[in-house]
């Protein structure tokens, strides 16, 4: 595998990055420019790896990475898109149209994904998600070429409005940042919650303080709590609720209770309910070869985005190893079958080539010294998404 990294400027990223580069040293050396093998592919990840939510894209980097290693039929170029629209579709422009690309994946964002995604597949590259999931391209903006490795962006929240109902939350106030993922957040979970809101409000992307939304959660009358805020902003807005003294029960996807935030979290989310469609301790081979690998490789454990990125790069690698990427129509059969150990256990596609799978709960717990989490239910099972019948491929 040849690894080429940009546009990562961070002292403490320049320090990962040559690791990776040493680490695989060997396989860029006799890696080739121009392959002449239909079984190898080109491919551009476009994530976001500095300045606020770095870790989701280093993590879904470092998953996809680990799944390749070894692996010389698969070049793949890393960019930075630094959570910006603008930088993300100039780096589409350039992987297209400079690097040659065959495959793009990587983008964290849905705001993001809906500046890149439409314009990269109809120019016939294949659009491999790793993570975002918006609605419009779930639906009528469904696309050939498109896959979503990840979930519908709706999923979480869905099972989380589930899990609402079945502890008899009445009054939930409900927030999420203003973006398309947010708005698909809210939606997701009003579709199964069954009670009343209390408020329901939209934040401002990369928000930092909350005491305005927390003064409204207080004077609600709400039973619940309810929030998607992925990243820093989920750190931020559970920290200051807990120092809030507020004594609601909050339930959230698993974005604002994943690994990679819960050790900056701390005691504030020990007890919450989250909901995933992964978990370390989902108990088949490729999850806890997929666990042990990333905690030897890293030194950390795994997130849920590190795995979405580890699952994404092995569904890759069992297309490649049937058929071409140059024969389109062979490689989309090859991709749809997904014949591959997925970390998740049973994983498929449906005819919006969006995941078929459980959703589950989870509960933060401590184990020694590392805030983690553990399945306690499933939440839906074998669930797909709302949108799949709008889909006309």
Same mark, same amino acid.
């Given at each position: 595998?040849?690894?080429?990294?940009?546009?990562?400027?961070?002292?403490?990223?320049?320090?990962?990055?040559?690791?990776?580069?040493?680490?695989?040293?060997?396989?860029?050396?006799?890696?080739?420019?121009?392959?002449?093998?239909?079984?190898?592919?080109?491919?551009?990840?476009?994530?976001?790896?500095?300045?606020?939510? @770095?870790?989701?894209?280093?993590?879904?980097?470092?998953?996809?990475?680990?799944?390749?290693?070894?692996?010389?039929?698969?070049?793949?170029? =890393?960019?930075?898109?630094?959570?910006?629209?603008?930088?993300?579709?100039?780096?589409?422009?350039?992987?297209?149209?400079?690097?040659?690309? !065959?495959?793009?994946?990587?983008?964290?964002?849905? #705001?993001?994904?809906?500046?890149?995604?439409?314009?990269?597949? #109809?120019?016939?590259?294949?659009?491999?998600?790793?993570? %975002?999931?918006?609605?419009?391209?779930?639906?009528?903006?469904?696309?050939?070429?498109?896959?979503?490795?990840?979930?519908?962006? !709706?999923?979480?929240?869905?099972?989380?409005?589930?899990?609402?109902?079945?502890?008899?939350?009445?009054?939930?106030? =409900?927030?999420?940042?203003?973006?398309? +993922?947010?708005?698909? +957040?809210?939606?997701?979970?009003?579709?199964?919650? $069954?009670?009343?809101?209390?408020? $329901?409000?939209?934040?401002?992307?990369?928000?930092?303080?909350?005491?305005?939304?927390?003064?409204?959660?207080? +004077?609600?009358?709400?039973?619940?709590?309810?929030?998607?805020?992925?990243?820093?902003?989920?750190?931020?807005?559970?920290?200051?609720? %807990?120092?809030?003294?507020?004594?609601?029960?909050?339930?959230?996807?698993?974005?604002?209770?994943?690994?990679?935030?819960?050790?900056?979290?701390? +005691?504030?989310?020990?007890?919450?309910?989250?909901?995933?469609?992964?978990?370390?301790?989902?108990?088949? &081979?490729?999850?806890?070869?997929?666990?042990?690998?990333?905690? %030897?490789?890293?030194?950390?454990?795994?997130?849920? /985005?590190?795995?979405?990125?580890?699952?994404?790069?092995?569904?890759?690698?069992?297309?490649?190893?049937?058929?071409?990427?140059?024969?389109?129509?062979?490689?989309?059969?090859?991709?749809?079958?997904? !014949?591959?150990?997925?970390?998740?256990?049973?994983?498929?596609? &449906?005819?919006?080539?969006?995941?078929?799978?459980? =959703? /589950?709960?989870?509960?933060?717990?401590?184990?020694?010294?590392?805030?983690?989490?553990? =399945?306690?239910?499933?939440?839906?099972? &074998?669930? @797909?998404?709302?949108?799949?019948? $709008?889909?006309?491929?």
């Amino acid at each position: 595998m040849r690894i080429l990294l940009t546009a990562l400027n961070m002292f403490w990223e320049e320090q990962k990055v040559k690791k990776l580069i040493s680490m695989f040293a060997l396989s860029a050396v006799i890696a080739l420019p121009v392959f002449a093998d239909d079984h190898k592919a080109k491919v551009g990840m476009i994530t976001t790896l500095s300045g606020g939510g @770095s870790g989701l894209g280093i993590d879904v980097r470092d998953g996809f990475l680990l799944a390749l290693k070894g692996n010389n039929d698969i070049e793949v170029v =890393i960019e930075d898109d630094q959570r910006k629209p603008d930088i993300a579709v100039q780096l589409a422009d350039k992987m297209i149209q400079s690097e040659k690309v !065959d495959i793009l994946t990587g983008i964290i964002w849905s #705001n993001l994904a809906m500046a890149v995604v439409p314009a990269a597949v #109809n120019q016939g590259k294949i659009y491999l998600s790793p993570n %975002a999931g918006p609605s419009a391209l779930a639906g009528a903006g469904c696309h050939k070429n498109y896959f979503n490795v990840a979930w519908q962006n !709706d999923n979480l929240h869905e099972a989380a409005g589930g899990y609402a109902n079945s502890e008899g939350y009445k009054n939930s106030f =409900i927030m999420a940042p203003n973006y398309p +993922a947010g708005k698909d +957040a809210l939606t997701g979970y009003k579709r199964f919650y $069954e009670g009343e809101l209390a408020g $329901e409000i939209y934040t401002k992307l990369g928000q930092k303080d909350y005491a305005a939304e927390i003064a409204q959660i207080r +004077a609600s009358g709400a039973d619940s709590v309810f929030f998607f805020l992925p990243g820093g902003m989920g750190i931020g807005f559970m920290k200051q609720f %807990a120092q809030s003294g507020i004594d609601l029960p909050v339930v959230g996807p698993a974005f604002s209770f994943d690994q990679g935030i819960l050790q900056a979290v701390g +005691a504030a989310a020990m007890g919450v309910k989250n909901t995933s469609q992964w978990s370390k301790d989902l108990d088949n &081979d490729a999850n806890v070869k997929f666990v042990a690998d990333f905690q %030897a490789e890293y030194g950390r454990l795994p997130s849920l /985005y590190a795995s979405q990125g580890y699952d994404t790069a092995n569904l890759l690698a069992s297309a490649l190893k049937t058929t071409s990427v140059n024969d389109q129509d062979a490689f989309r059969k090859a991709l749809k079958k997904a !014949d591959f150990a997925s970390t998740r256990g049973s994983f498929s596609f &449906d005819t919006n080539n969006h995941p078929i799978q459980d =959703i /589950y709960v989870r509960e933060v717990i401590k184990e020694g010294d590392i805030f983690t989490n553990k =399945i306690v239910a499933t939440g839906l099972k &074998d669930r @797909s998404n709302a949108y799949v019948s $709008e889909c006309k491929m």
